[in-house]
């Protein structure tokens, strides 16, 4: 028997029309570093008296489908994930490349099925319904560029064979750290050490009574982009920024050579007045945890563009 590993896990992902029901085709092979995409049910300890110092047997309870999905960040496969997060993309070119703009916002978000497979076993786990809570990544100077989507789903299926059929592939081109740049009101930040951006749907899970235990949807609430650029404190810019409680607008983005480019435009960014601590005889370093809200002149708090080969998602 040959016991399960990871280098041979397969993931495949295909947006849903209707909420809940897998398609029976149109996945697409999904590039992935690592998931704890799952569902889980605990036991009640039984309270029960009169039976002596053993207790009774356990009862079940709720069913809970969620988990993390480690992804690469590139030029294709990514755009799925921000599908989920912000809602189905304006696409504009008539030939490739192609500008898909993702705008943050949308009440209507597209759920997709998950189906994640170990062949060894063979155990093909089936997780429909599935929503986008959060999406973060990191900015750094070096370092394998990924991000973290959160992902709530309505329930899981086990089989012992795929249900996918032949998932289309994509052809990988990863964004590297190399390739990233912050701006901030269209000229670049210097001396940022890191960066942190995350946004949120704040998903509310609809938790009705039912006998398959499942959830009944959930639902976006009040979205959040927030997080926190470390700068090598350098000169007054963004404290007086602070001080004087002004929004400003800050670009996180990616060029590969090949033309893709991913950009993420966080529209109106308020920063707090941060502590400037001394701590020894190397460079003083300032973190501002940031904050972005909607613009009133854009209508939105942020923007997303992704421009590749790829026609439509």
Not at 224 to 248: H, S
Request: charged share 15%; hydrophobic share 40%.
């Amino acid at each position: 028997m040959a016991r399960a590993q990871g280098a041979r896990a397969l993931m495949a992902l295909a947006f849903e029309t209707t909420y809940g029901a897998a398609p029976v085709g149109g996945f697409t092979r999904i590039p992935f570093a690592s998931t704890s995409l799952g569902a889980e049910q605990p036991l009640q300890t039984s309270e029960l008296l009169g039976y002596g110092r053993d207790p009774q047997a356990p009862i079940k309870d709720a069913v809970t489908a969620d988990g993390d999905v480690v992804i690469p960040i590139d030029a294709e496969a990514f755009g799925f994930w921000l599908k989920a997060a912000f809602g189905t993309p304006t696409t504009t070119g008539t030939e490739a490349p192609y500008t898909h703009e993702f705008r943050s916002g949308n009440w209507a978000l597209s759920s997709f099925s998950v189906e994640t497979g170990i062949p060894e076993v063979p155990r093909y786990a089936m997780y429909s319904g599935c929503m986008v809570d959060s999406l973060n990544w990191q900015m750094a100077r070096s370092g394998l560029l990924t991000a973290t989507a959160s992902v709530v789903a309505q329930g899981e299926e086990i089989a012992s064979s795929t249900s996918t059929g032949t998932p289309a592939s994509i052809a990988l081109k990863r964004f590297g750290h190399f390739n990233g740049s912050i701006t901030r009101n269209g000229a670049n930040i210097g001396n940022v050490v890191s960066a942190d951006l995350t946004y949120t749907n704040n998903l509310d899970r609809i938790e009705t009574i039912r006998a398959d235990g499942k959830i009944d949807g959930a639902d976006p609430s009040i979205a959040a982009l927030n997080g926190n650029v470390v700068v090598r404190f350098a000169d007054q810019t963004l404290v007086t920024q602070a001080i004087n409680g002004e929004a400003c607008e800050l670009e996180f983005s990616y060029t590969l050579p090949t033309g893709e480019t991913l950009t993420l435009t966080a529209h109106a960014v308020y920063l707090p007045r941060p502590r400037i601590e001394i701590s020894g005889p190397q460079g003083v370093q300032a973190t501002f945890d940031w904050q972005a809200a909607s613009d009133l002149a854009v209508g939105r708090m942020c923007t997303v563009t992704l421009t590749n080969d790829r026609e439509d998602y």
